[in-house]
């Protein structure tokens, strides 16, 4: 599914965003798995010593992408019910919307995932995802973990049907 054809909520129609939040998803995805690497060898292996799940990780290469794309097509989505806006604004600097869209996407979702990655959870669930993953069914597990950790991260649900709707707090 394309982040561009599909609505999370009833105001979600700033196609710009979109459009820029789809043409970075291969790279974020790859800074995503680069920034949790780096956060499980300080957490996990602080001293550097190389044992076989740390040699593993530090030579994974990006090659297995396709159970992180539900979490990124989800995070996108809450980005833009978080903080789209359907109002084009004047740019004064003289760089186009999709530029200052991928400027600030990219800012906000480094922030998130190194703010993530101090998460054991989220760390175990994006490692298992990608670089333990050996069959499709693993991957399927991790990729709900993630899903369950935006959940509670923030306080919305994102169905795929009906979208983003914020979670009740009793």
């Known amino acids: 599914m394309?982040?561009?054809d599909h609505r999370f909520f009833p105001y979600d129609k700033n196609l710009i965003l979109k459009q820029a939040q789809a043409h970075l998803e291969a790279d974020l995805l790859t800074e995503l798995i680069s920034i949790s690497k780096s956060a499980y060898q300080q957490v996990y292996n602080p001293l550097g010593l190389n044992d076989d799940?740390?040699?593993r990780i530090e030579s994974y290469e990006k090659n297995q992408l396709i159970y992180l794309h539900t979490f990124y097509t989800s995070l996108c989505g809450i980005y833009r019910y978080k903080?789209?806006?359907n109002q084009l604004e004047l740019?004064?600097?003289g760089s186009s919307h999709f530029e200052k869209y991928s400027k600030e996407w990219t800012e906000r979702f480094v922030i998130w995932c190194t703010e993530?990655?101090?998460?054991?959870q989220f760390l175990k669930a994006v490692l298992a995802?990608?670089?333990?993953?050996?069959?499709?069914?693993?991957?399927e597990l991790a990729e709900n973990r993630l899903r369950v950790f935006l959940n509670s991260q923030f306080e919305v649900r994102v169905h795929k049907v009906r979208g983003i709707v914020p979670m009740k707090v009793a």
């Open 53 to 55: 799940t740390s040699l």
């Open 129 to 139: 995802a990608t670089v333990f993953c050996k069959n499709r069914r693993q991957g």
């Open 83 to 85: 903080y789209g806006n």
């Open 2 to 4: 394309e982040l561009t």
């Open 91 to 93: 740019i004064w600097d």
């Open 116 to 120: 993530f990655g101090q998460n054991p």
